[in-house]
């Protein structure tokens, strides 16, 4: 049977999933990267990183497929910068900006001096992480680098240029760069001029399931398994990882997707593409929008967290079973700043000599859901009432977890099919979609429901976060 393979380029680790026609996984693999934090406030990947980790998570998914490809497709974190040289291997000039870089934030201020109603067309408020804010602050500080590139491109883009030879983006991830006028699908010439970037930096802008190039026979060796990928396989442009985990899903009409990584997104179909203050409204396959609330303090908090204490990421979820306690610590996890507003500076208050380690650690988890459920709480402000939470993401394979999440948002939780490799599945899926299959869905995996059972206790907790 033929198969593809998506590959999700994430914060901290590259996936490889196979998948067969009928839609059931066929390979899956894996690998970690780390992001580098040079100066306060900067967040940097080396993109050879990013392709080393290629080579073995895509090797090891084939040798579990052990068949042919007929089709890739990618995906990956939004926002961010590479900038690339115009050779076959887009070869990066610096390392990669990434979304948790908050350098920029005098530029992303400086949007407002630009034309309102270019402005109005990119959908989203600025932020720092974002493409054109970061390119403003590259032109200001590393002029010499910004005059050698020929591309800028987003981080799944750059690897696709890498396979391909070919620079391109697609509206999914474009719609995230703080460059893109949303409502004519095209660079927006008022904010690029506006901002002093070089227009020639800006690629194609392709459709998500559109062919737009073959697998250079380089890429091929690099990345193969037994003949597994050969050269001049079709290669299609993919999307950004929430709207290709959102494609995946399939939400039902009354839920919201709900994806918890190194980030968290609260996600929500918009057939209007229609702004809503606190949200970002970003283009998803197909063409339509989608509503998105993010968090950027969740699994980078666990990360520090288990770091600091000497624990695992096992030992530390298994606090989420404990009993709620009403004379607990109250952590604020605010380690980075948010998108918009929130403050830098994490906490925790109300210790006593009684608290222990694992009682800092339970504040921990607590002080993460209470974050989500105030980025609910945003969602439900533009319109959105979800009266369930479908999950996906690598940050809801646990138990307990998600029962704390049940409680704190008050609603079901629903589990989605391969929800740990949910973006990755899209991907694979707009793979089958160029090749000019049906794109069906395996939900053997769905089915599971996590009812909230300890609300009232819940609800106490937030009232005692929120008042901090």
């Given amino acids: 049977m033929a198969k593809t393979i998506g590959i999700d380029l994430g914060t901290s680790q590259l996936k490889a999933l196979v998948a067969r026609s009928d ?22 990947t080396d993109p050879e990183d990013w392709w080393r980790a290629a080579r073995e998570a895509v090797s090891s998914a084939l040798a579990e497929a052990r068949t042919e490809i007929v089709a890739v497709a990618v995906t990956g974190q939004m926002h961010g910068v590479v900038l690339a040289d115009g050779d076959a291997d887009a070869a990066p000039l610096r390392p990669a900006i990434v979304w948790l870089d908050r350098r920029a934030t005098a530029e992303a201020a400086s949007y407002a001096q630009l034309p309102a109603d270019a402005i109005a067309s990119l959908g989203n408020a600025p932020s720092p992480g974002m493409a054109g804010p970061l390119l403003r602050w590259l032109a200001s500080h590393e002029p010499a680098v910004i005059g050698n590139a020929t591309w800028q491109l987003q981080p799944k883009d750059w690897l696709r240029a890498r396979l391909t030879g070919q620079a391109g983006t697609d509206p999914t991830d474009a719609s995230g760069t703080l460059l893109f006028d949303q409502a004519n699908a095209t660079w927006s010439r008022p904010i690029v001029d506006g901002l002093g970037i070089p227009g020639r930096l800006l690629p194609p802008v392709r459709d998500p399931a559109e062919v737009v190039g073959r697998l250079r026979p380089a890429a091929a060796a690099y990345l193969g398994f037994n003949g597994g990928l050969t050269g001049g396989i079709p290669v299609v442009a993919g999307a950004a990882d929430t709207a290709a985990s959102l494609f995946a899903a399939d939400l039902p009409p009354d839920a919201a997707l709900l994806t918890l990584g190194t980030g968290g997104q609260w996600v929500t179909p918009s057939a209007a593409m229609r702004p809503a203050a606190g949200l970002n409204l970003f283009t998803a396959v197909g063409g339509s929008g989608y509503h998105l609330a993010a968090a950027q303090n969740v699994g980078q908090v666990f990360h520090w967290a288990s770091t600091l204490h000497s624990v695992s990421y096992d030992q530390l979820y298994s606090l989420a079973s404990r009993p709620w306690r009403a004379d ?13 507003d929130a403050p830098a500076g994490g906490a925790w208050s109300g210790l006593t000599l009684a608290h222990d380690r694992d009682d800092l650690l339970r504040a921990v988890l607590e002080g993460v859901a209470f974050l989500l459920r105030d980025r609910l709480t945003d969602l439900r402000a533009a319109g959105h009432d979800p009266k369930r939470v479908v999950l996906g993401g690598g940050g809801v394979e646990q138990a307990g977890w998600r029962g704390l999440l049940a409680d704190v948002f008050g609603l079901p939780l629903q ?31 769905e089915g599971e429901v996590i009812e909230p059972r300890h609300q009232e206790a819940a609800l106490a907790g937030y009232a005692r976060f929120a008042h901090k």
């Fill in 328 to 340: 607990g610590p109250v952590f604020l996890p605010y380690l980075t700043g948010e998108r918009w």
């Fill in 23 to 44: 839609g059931t996984v066929a390979g899956r693999g894996r690998a970690a990267y780390q992001v580098v934090t040079t100066a306060d406030g900067h967040a940097e």
């Fill in 415 to 445: 589990v989605a099919a391969e929800s740990a490799w949910l973006s990755v599945t899209g991907a694979a899926m707009l793979a089958a979609k160029g090749a000019g299959w049906g794109v069906r869905k395996d939900r053997s995996g």
